[in-house]
């Protein structure tokens, strides 16, 4: 049996951790893209948070996203 996987990354908007000093990760686009995925027979394999520093003083988050299925 063997699965196929694809990976997606959600990151904050850049535009907001710039204003604001932090922000936070886009929800309805993750639950959108997780909707399209499932439809489409894709199970979460495995998520992580990911925060990088964004030029010198912010740091932004991203969720890294990786789906699976079985290919037949």
């Not at 710039?18 to 990760?25: D, E, P, R, V, W």
């Amino acid at each position: 049996m063997k699965k196929e996987f694809k990976i997606e990354v959600v990151r904050e908007w850049a535009i907001w951790t710039l204003f604001l000093g932090a922000s936070k990760l886009p929800i309805k686009k993750m639950e959108k893209i997780m909707n399209k995925y499932w439809e489409e027979w894709w199970d979460v394999a495995f998520q992580v948070i990911e925060q990088h520093r964004m030029w010198l003083f912010w740091t932004r988050e991203a969720a890294i996203i990786t789906f699976s299925r079985e290919v037949v």
